[in-house]
Structures are given as C-alpha cells and as structure tokens.
C-alpha cells in the first residue's frame, strides 16, 4: 500500500507543507501576541536569544524590542529569510546543543516549537544549555504545542509514539534548577476547507520525527481514514485543536 510522503526539514517539499499549516492555524499570530505583551515585563532588554529560529517570524518582534538578537538556526534553508529578520539580528548557524556563544548572557532565550525535533533524551541538555545563555533572573520562554491537541492525538495514533511535554517539564520544576516554571494555555486552531491541503498538513505532522524504518510509515489508507472520521464545521471547514503552552522559566 502507498505510504506517506517523508521528508525533512531541508527539502523544499517541507517549505510547502509548513506553509499550507501556518496559513491555516492561529498559532503564529497568537505567539505573535502572547510574546509583544510578555516582552512588556522584560527589563532590561539589552540581549536576547532565539533557539531555533526558523524563518525569523517572532526572531522579528524581538529584533524591535531588544538591543542584539541572536537567532540560532541549522536550516540552511531557513537562513536567508531569517536574515532579514532586523539589522541588529546576528545569525548563528549551528544546532543549540552546539551552539557556541561566547560571553553571551541573554535577558530572554526563546525556544519556540523546537523540542519534537530534538530526541527526548536531549530533552535536559537543551534546557541546561539555554540556562547557560540566560543571565540570573533572566528568563527562557519555551513554547510548544500541548500534547492533549486532535493535533497532538493524531500523531500519536498513526505514530504510536508519545511527547510528554507537560511530564517533563513538570519534572524539570522539581529539580531547583530554575527560580520558577510556569505555564500559560492558549487556544489554536488549525481550520482549512480544503481536503488536500489538510492532507498535506497531516503529512507535515507525522514528520515532526524521523521513521525508524520502513514498516513504521503510515499508509496513505490510514491518514484517508483519520480525515474521514472528521466532522466539517457548519461553515464547511475542517477544525482541529492545537493549543500551545507558553512554558516561563526564570533563572
């Protein structure tokens, strides 16, 4: 049976498929408006980090509130656009867990959906290592989509493999490594009313993480299946929820 379409963050497929998601979700525009008023209580605002860039979109709203930005980002296809994100906006092409920033202490690190692309063992460094560039009393945003979504449960289904965000990040409090975590919900929605493009969206989700092999790709039968048990909204659209938690740490 036909499998799904693999592929990586590097390929230009990637770029069309997290295109057709962005456009048809909230996420980014409500991240967008959770960060400009969370900057409002950041003092001083002389450095900050974003850990994983991406394609610059909220790297730009902390290029108009902060002195130097350094945006980290190994996607060699995300950097040209990244450039553009602000004059005073340096680029840093390199992993986080190797990202080497000498002499650098950030007033805000942020790290927004990057996690599902890090394997969970790495999950404690990273947050060790974005600890490392956060000056004391500083602060480290994390934001990542909450793992009880239709979004979330859906992977879950056609991958059979979990993301225990919340589990780990509670875990993480506990540890006295940090002042003080704390977690802020915000409803998203991904809402599109074309098939295809939900399919294609679908297809973008199930690549968050690498196949270990063959057998573990999901068929085009069963991500069909999945659409199809969807009820379309009284407007004619597809809805399904992916919330994102905004995970606040304090150094």
């Keep these: 049976m036909e499998k799904i379409r693999i592929f990586s963050s590097q390929e230009e497929y990637y770029d069309h498929a997290f295109a057709t998601f962005i456009k048809s979700t909230d996420q980014k525009e409500n991240a967008k408006v959770w960060i400009t008023e969370f900057l409002d209580g950041i003092d001083p605002k002389h450095t900050a980090i974003d850990a994983g860039a991406g394609n610059g979109v909220l790297t730009k709203i902390l290029a108009r509130h902060f002195d130097k930005v350094l945006a980290v980002e190994p996607n060699e296809a995300l950097l040209a656009e990244l450039a553009t994100a602000g004059e005073n906006v340096e680029v840093i092409d390199q992993p986080i867990a190797e990202g080497t920033l000498p002499g650098t202490v950030a007033d805000l690190v942020l790290c927004s959906h990057v996690l599902y692309y890090i394997p969970q063992s790495q999950w404690d460094g990273i947050l060790h290592q974005l600890l490392s560039w956060t000056k004391p009393g500083g602060r480290i945003v994390v934001i990542l989509q909450a793992e009880d979504t239709d979004c979330m449960n859906f992977f879950r289904k056609l991958r059979n493999e979990e993301f225990p965000?919340?589990?780990?990040?509670?875990?993480?409090?506990?540890?006295?490594?940090?002042?003080?975590?704390?977690?802020?919900?915000?409803?998203?929605?991904?809402?599109?009313?074309?098939?295809?493009?939900?399919?294609?969206?679908?297809?973008?989700?199930?690549?968050?993480?690498?196949?270990p092999n063959e057998e573990s790709i999901p068929t085009k039968a069963d991500l069909r299946t999945f659409l199809s048990s969807l009820q379309r909204t009284e407007s004619g659209e597809y809805s399904m929820s992916c919330d994102q938690l905004f995970y606040t740490i304090t150094k």
């Excluded at 780990?168 to 809402?191: K, L």
């Excluded at 969206?201 to 196949?211: A, C, G, R, V, Y």
């Design 165 to 211: 965000i919340m589990h780990f990040m509670e875990e993480f409090s506990r540890t006295g490594t940090a002042q003080s975590v704390d977690v802020f919900r915000q409803t998203s929605t991904i809402r599109c009313r074309s098939e295809e493009d939900l399919e294609l969206i679908l297809e973008f989700l199930l690549n968050l993480t690498p196949f």
